[in-house]
C-alpha cells in the first residue's frame, strides 16, 4: 500500500531552518514526480516546491525561491526540503505528494508535518 510519512516539522524562530523528510512505502519514488505542498489556517493549500522523477528539473513558489530546496534520493525512496532563512508567513502544515508529473494531478499525499515559524 502506497504510505508517505513526512518528519522534520517543528517550531523555528524566524532566519532559522528546517529540513523536511517524505519517506516513501509500497512503492518506488523512481518514476514519480513529488511534490511539497502547505496549507497555512484560513488558507488554501498551495504547491511549495517539485522535482521531477530523475531529479534534473525543480519548481518553487515565488513565495519560497532562494530560501527553500528540494532534493530527492531515489535509492533512499526519500524527498526532501530544505527550508532556510523561515519567516512567519512559512508557517503552515507541510504535506508531501506523488504526482505524475509536476503541475500535474496528486496522486497520493502524506498526512503533514507542522512548521511554526516564531519568536
Known amino acids: 500500500q502506497l504510505q508517505l510519512v513526512e518528519s522534520g516539522g517543528g517550531l523555528v524562530q524566524p532566519g532559522g531552518s528546517l529540513r523536511l523528510s517524505c519517506a516513501a512505502s509500497?512503492?518506488?519514488?523512481?518514476?514519480?514526480?513529488m511534490g511539497w505542498f502547505r496549507q497555512a489556517p484560513g488558507k488554501e493549500r498551495e504547491g511549495v516546491s517539485c522535482?521531477?522523477?530523475?531529479?534534473?528539473?525543480?519548481n518553487y513558489a515565488d513565495s519560497v525561491k532562494g530560501r527553500f530546496t528540494i532534493s530527492r534520493d531515489n535509492a533512499k525512496n526519500t524527498v526532501y526540503l530544505q527550508m532556510n532563512s523561515l519567516k512567519p508567513e512559512d508557517t503552515a502544515v507541510y504535506y508531501c505528494?506523488?504526482?505524475?508529473?509536476?503541475?500535474?494531478?496528486?496522486?497520493?499525499w502524506g498526512q503533514g508535518t507542522q512548521v511554526t515559524v516564531s519568536s
Open positions: 505528494a506523488v504526482l505524475n508529473y509536476c503541475r500535474g494531478p496528486v496522486r497520493a
Open positions: 509500497g512503492f518506488t519514488l523512481d518514476y514519480y514526480a
Open positions: 522535482i521531477s522523477s530523475n531529479g534534473g528539473s525543480t
